[in-house]
């Protein structure tokens, strides 16, 4: 099984600074045949189900705010918010969908300092 | 708009079974498959597996083997997942959420069921 590590585990942001999480496969989950990286990022927040931010490593969902970017390639992946916002606070999973089973990161807690 | 629903909590005995329901609407329920997760109090996302919708096909994670049926309805675009054999570390909010069109990742969830195991 590839297994996902984020960090950190949890993180303190002031409101309009950048917010950066990593996250880091056991094996590369970059698919040659077509360059595609086999990663996505979600958002969730209390008592809700995840969103889906970012696929494909780097492609936002429509109607996800332009603040949120995603980069890396192979096994090392990055999560950025460029300008945290209150309604940013969440706890954010990547996860692979390369093979099954698809594993999560252990998720990291984004707050406001 | 485009949606899944899933029934609602349950209370299960240790040993039982549950099965919980998905319900797509606003999209064609057989072009996308529909992935199951759990999450249990306070923890992280654990994939369970999942169906497609139109032959039936299933694939889960190893963990779950012998304990985990998924299935489908197409005349009423609904999923289900039965989890037997219940233990208590199966205490969760299960989430049915459908395969994203162009990628594996997963763009909408259903609102989640809260299944509690305890006797």
């Known amino acids: 099984d590839i297994v996902m590590t984020q960090s950190p585990d949890s993180l303190a942001v002031s409101l309009g600074e950048r917010a950066t999480i990593n996250c880091k496969s056991s094996?590369?989950?970059?698919?040659?045949?077509?360059?595609?990286?086999?990663l996505a990022w979600y958002q969730q927040k209390p008592r809700q189900p995840p969103k889906l931010l970012i696929h494909?490593?780097?492609t936002r969902e429509p109607g996800v705010p332009d603040r949120f970017s995603g980069s890396g390639s192979g096994t090392d992946f990055t999560l950025t918010i460029s300008s945290l916002q209150a309604e940013d606070v969440a706890v954010y999973y990547c996860q692979h969908y390369y093979s099954t089973p698809y594993t999560f990161g252990q998720g990291t807690r984004l707050e406001i300092k | 708009q485009v949606q899944l629903v899933q029934s609602g909590a349950e209370v299960k005995k240790p040993g039982a079974s549950v099965k919980v329901s998905c319900k797509a609407s606003e999209y064609t329920f057989t072009g996308y498959y529909i992935h199951w997760v759990r999450q249990a109090p306070g923890q992280g996302l654990e994939w369970m597996g999942w169906?497609?919708?139109?032959?039936?096909?299933?694939d889960f994670a190893q963990r779950f083997q012998g304990r985990l049926t998924m299935t489908r309805d197409t005349s009423t675009s609904t999923a289900y997942m039965e989890l037997s054999s219940l233990r208590s570390d199966d205490t969760a909010v299960y989430f049915c959420a459908r395969g994203h069109g162009d990628s594996g990742a997963f763009d909408i969830w259903g609102q989640g069921a809260m299944v509690t195991v305890s006797s």
């Open positions: 094996q590369t989950i970059l698919y040659r045949s077509n360059n595609n990286n086999f």
């Open positions: 494909w490593a780097s």
């Open positions: 169906i497609d919708p139109n032959v039936g096909d299933t």
